[in-house]
C-alpha cells in the first residue's frame, strides 16, 4: 500500500468516525449511562406519583432538542406520559415534579400490586423452588417458605380468593431493601441503581454488584434469580442457581417441596425456634456464645 492509499484510508476512517457520532448524537434511543443518572436522580419511579413502571420523557421535545441531556430527561408513569403528550399535564408541573420526585419525598417506591392469583404459587430460589398448592377450600394455614429463627423471610398466606405472597430482604445492615407485603411490592430508592424491565426487577448496590434480582411471573410465580442477604447475623446467596447459607455452607439447588406446609426452609438456631412444627428442611447454626 502506497501512502496514497495510506491517507485515503485515515480520511475514510475519519469521515467514518464522525458520521457514527453524528448519528449516536441524533439517535432516538437515549444511551444506558444518561437513564441510569436520570434513574438516580428521580429515584426510580415516575416523579409525578411514582410508579415503578415509567417512560424516558423529554421535558423539552426531542423533535426541538434532538439531543440527550440528563437533565432535560425525567420518568413519568404511562398515564401521566400521556397526559403530558396530549397537554393535560403542563411541562411547569413535570418540571417541578422533576425538582422534587415523589419518591424522593418518601425514601421508598409507591406501593405495586402483583397480580398473582388461584391457588398455587411457586417460589424459587435459583433452582431450588417451593411449589406451594392450597387445597380446595382451605383457608386457615400460611406457608412460611424460608425463615431465620422464626422471622419470615417470604411467606405465602390464604386469602379469601388467592394467595397472598409477603418477603422481605434486608442488606449486611440490616435495612429492608425491598418487599412484598400481601401482594404488594415496595422497594427503597436508596440503592445506587434499580430497574424494573418487563417482569425482571434489579437492584444494584454499584456498578456490577448486584443485591438483588427477580424475576416476577404472574399469576403463578416468583423466582429470585440471584443475589445476596441477610437477616439476624446470617447471610443467604443465591448464585449460578444456588441457594446457599453462607454461615454453615449448606447449599439447595435443582430440587423442590411440594405442598402446603406451615414450615419449607428453617434457618437459624433451634433453640430460638417458637413454633413447634417442623420444617420440611431445617438448617442448623447454633447461636454464639
Known amino acids: 500500500m502506497n501512502w496514497r492509499q495510506r491517507c485515503a484510508g485515515r480520511d475514510l476512517f475519519r469521515q467514518s468516525k464522525h458520521l457514527m457520532v453524528n448519528i449516536f448524537q441524533t439517535e432516538r434511543n437515549i444511551p444506558d449511562p444518561i437513564k441510569r443518572i436520570v434513574r438516580q436522580r428521580c429515584h426510580f419511579g415516575c416523579v409525578i406519583c411514582g410508579l415503578p413502571l415509567y417512560q424516558y420523557d423529554h421535558m423539552a421535545p426531542w423533535s426541538e432538542v434532538r439531543e440527550h441531556k440528563a437533565e432535560n430527561i425525567t420518568l413519568l408513569c404511562l398515564q401521566h406520559h400521556g397526559e403530558k403528550t396530549n397537554k393535560l399535564l403542563p411541562l411547569g408541573a413535570v418540571i417541578k415534579a422533576n425538582r422534587n420526585p415523589f419518591n424522593l419525598i418518601r425514601d421508598t417506591s409507591r406501593p405495586y400490586a402483583l397480580h398473582f392469583s388461584g391457588e398455587d404459587l411457586n417460589v424459587?430460589?435459583?433452582?431450588?423452588?417451593?411449589e406451594c398448592h392450597r387445597p380446595r377450600g382451605c383457608f386457615s394455614d400460611n406457608f412460611i417458605a424460608l425463615c431465620v429463627d422464626d422471622d419470615p423471610i417470604i411467606e405465602i398466606k390464604s386469602g379469601e380468593e388467592s394467595l397472598l405472597l409477603s418477603l422481605c430482604l434486608r442488606d449486611a445492615g440490616n435495612s429492608e431493601v425491598i418487599s412484598i407485603k400481601d401482594n404488594e411490592l415496595i422497594f427503597s430508592t436508596g440503592k445506587w441503581d434499580i430497574t424494573l424491565t418487563g417482569t425482571v426487577l434489579v437492584i444494584r448496590n454499584a456498578h456490577r454488584d448486584v443485591f438483588v434480582e427477580i424475576k416476577i411471573a404472574a399469576p403463578h410465580s416468583i423466582e429470585v434469580i440471584?443475589?445476596?442477604?441477610?437477616?439476624?447475623?446470617?447471610?443467604?446467596?443465591?448464585?449460578?442457581?444456588?441457594?446457599?447459607?453462607v454461615n454453615s455452607g449448606a447449599q439447595l439447588s435443582n430440587g423442590c417441596l411440594r405442598g402446603f406446609f406451615n414450615y419449607g426452609i428453617y434457618v437459624g438456631d433451634p433453640q430460638n425456634k417458637r413454633n413447634l412444627t417442623p420444617a420440611i428442611i431445617a438448617i442448623s447454626i447454633p447461636a454464639k456464645a
Do not use: D
Not at 124 to 130: K, M, R, V, Y
Not at 226 to 241: A, V
Open 226 to 245: 440471584r443475589g445476596s442477604f441477610h437477616l439476624h447475623g446470617i447471610q443467604m446467596e443465591i448464585k449460578n442457581g444456588i441457594f446457599k447459607v
Open 124 to 130: 424459587s430460589l435459583g433452582t431450588f423452588t417451593l
